[in-house]
């Protein structure tokens, strides 16, 4: 075989792992665009929670509003992800089983969503349960599939091949999305009441989800190391031992920190947007749910291009540049959300949010696999995804509150303009070179 032949071949395995990787995307982008953000959330509050609220007596809680019930589960089942993710990260690099975790989570969670089909008006607490594990398999697979980066992209091509894999991801969730919102707006032509066409578009992310991530599995390839040989029980104790470990190693790292802390506070008002819209649309400004659906299926198609297109811009500008870009964005999307009152305001807002949305997830992530040591890759996105579910525990729940007190979303949503601007003036202060250094000094240190 000539060496050009064996080149191309070596390059054909390498676009196959790549694609295997951007299916993954692809697959479990239906729970985000479905449950998260399109039709849980109008469900709960139209459907299974009574419009007198849920009592809780034993707390002494009265008259829950579905956002407010909505808002807590999303707290609850991210605290759960902060405090399981770390282990199970370090746990996977130290046994190569980062596709096992991937395999385990994808799975928990498609059959939690599927089993969403089966919830009705009334169910609140099986719903919320059902929407609660489905959350933490979501976030917590996306622990390994995002630690698979590193392995798969070298750090000039980290920007690009993440942005691709949020590409892929709104184009398989809007597809999806678009032949759920046909089944919702023509359920009487083929004899559906529109309720059940709800039931069976939860359900459908079931099987979409667990369905494409097979090839996912079947291409994407562990990174090899030596077995341990080790007990179950001797694996979980050094897995403690190693975060304490890390723990300790990361307290010098100053960029690591700058950014962590700079991302944990802008995605959290990045993550209560995408959690909130459909439900502040439907509750808090009575938008049918047309104009919901139709605005978020708009987003999809737009995040394509919007994704790809700033991982383009961050090849010429840099990735925290247009990070910081994609920050005064979301301030001014949050500024217009508080005075909308149309519903084709909701529509430019998607549009605009679809363009900014995919381009500051994917950057981030890219701008967090050059500086962490690939050899503990899962390790640290278990750490990355510490930092970001404790903001996701925070948003939402702040979100629920100022709801509760107020009557109104409103003054809830124009909070979250303080999240991007702290954010964005803490990630001004990281240095990359600086933390690519550290990277390198820690990496050796692990060794």
Not at 96 to 115: H, N, P, T
Not at 184 to 204: C, D, N
Not at 285 to 292: P, R, V
Request: charged share 10%; glycine share 10%; proline share 3%.
């Amino acid at each position: 075989m000539t060496v050009s032949a064996a080149a191309l071949q070596s390059r054909r395995a390498h676009d196959r792992v790549l694609h295997g990787w951007y299916m993954y995307d692809w697959a479990n982008s239906a729970f985000a665009v479905t449950i998260l953000s399109a039709l849980f959330g109008p469900y709960l509050s139209r459907v299974v929670v009574p419009e007198a609220g849920v009592d809780i007596p034993l707390l002494g809680i009265h008259a829950l509003s579905a956002t407010s019930l909505y808002g807590y589960t999303l707290g609850l089942s991210a605290l759960l992800v902060l405090l399981s993710s770390p282990i199970l990260g370090a746990i996977a690099d130290s046994t190569a089983s980062k596709k096992r975790f991937l395999m385990f989570f994808c799975y928990l969670g498609s059959f939690s969503s599927l089993m969403l089909f089966f919830v009705e008006a009334g169910d609140v607490w099986l719903a919320l349960m059902l929407f609660m594990l489905g959350n933490f398999s979501f976030v917590s697979s996306n622990v390994f599939y995002d630690s698979f980066l590193p392995h798969i992209a070298t750090p000039e091509m980290q920007d690009v091949v993440s942005g691709k894999g949020y590409s892929y991801g709104y184009a398989g969730g809007g597809l999806l999305f678009l032949l759920q919102l046909l089944l919702v707006q023509f359920h009487e032509t083929i004899g559906l009441a529109e309720v059940t066409a709800v039931r069976m578009s939860l359900g459908s992310v079931g099987l979409w989800w667990g369905g494409f991530a097979m090839i996912t599995f079947s291409r994407l390839k562990e990174p090899q190391i030596t077995p341990s040989g080790k007990s179950s029980a001797q694996l979980v104790a050094d897995g403690f031992r190693r975060i304490m470990r890390t723990m300790k190693l990361v307290r010098s790292l100053r960029q690591m920190g700058l950014f962590l802390l700079a991302f944990m506070i802008y995605n959290d008002g990045i993550q209560t947007v995408i959690a909130m819209a459909t439900i502040y649309g439907s509750e808090e400004l009575g938008f049918d749910t047309l104009t919901l659906m139709g605005a978020l299926l708009m987003i999809q198609f737009v995040g394509v291009a919007g994704s790809q297109l700033f991982g383009m811009l961050a090849k010429r500008f840099g990735a925290k540049v247009m990070v910081l870009v994609s920050l005064v964005i979301w301030t001014c999307v949050v500024v217009y959300a508080f005075f909308m009152t149309q519903p084709m305001e909701f529509w430019i807002l998607g549009a605009v949010v679809g363009l900014v949305l995919g381009g500051s997830q994917a950057l981030s992530r890219s701008l967090y696999s050059r500086i962490i040591p690939p050899s503990a890759s899962a390790e640290f996105f278990g750490f990355f995804s510490v930092f970001e579910k404790f903001s996701a525990i925070w948003g939402p729940i702040v979100f629920a509150v100022i709801r509760q007190l107020t009557g109104s979303a409103r003054l809830s949503i124009i909070s979250l303009v303080a999240f991007f601007l702290v954010g964005g003036a803490i990630l001004t202060l990281v240095r990359m070179r600086e933390a690519e250094a550290e990277r390198d000094t820690l990496e050796s240190a692990l060794g």
